[in-house]
C-alpha cells in the first residue's frame, strides 16, 4: 500500500512526517516562508518505508530519516 506523507526538515534531518492533508501542508508552507530554516517536503511510500522512517524518528535518527525518506520514495518533492 502506498502512503502520501508531509514532512520539515532542516539541517539535522527530517523533524516531523504526518499524513497528507490540505490543512498540514498549508501549515508547513506558511512554516518555512516564515521561519527560513526548514524546508517543506512531500512524499510517496511504501508501508515498509514508512515504518521504517516512523521507527527512525522515535530514536530520533533525523538525518538518517532524511535521507531514508529520499532514497526510498517512491515520489518526492518540495512544497512550494
Request: charged share 15%; glycine share 4%.
Amino acid at each position: 500500500m502506498m502512503h502520501v506523507y508531509l514532512g520539515l526538515a532542516d539541517c539535522y534531518g527530517l523533524k516531523t512526517f504526518l499524513p497528507e492533508s490540505d490543512v498540514l501542508q498549508r501549515r508547513f508552507v506558511q512554516h518555512v516562508q516564515n521561519d527560513g530554516q526548514h524546508v517543506a517536503v512531500w512524499s510517496v511510500l511504501d508501508s515498509e518505508a514508512l515504518a521504517t522512517i516512523q521507527h527512525l524518528l522515535d530514536i530520533a535518527d533525523y538525518r538518517t530519516a532524511w535521507r531514508y525518506l529520499q532514497s526510498h520514495s517512491a515520489h518526492f518533492g518540495l512544497l512550494l
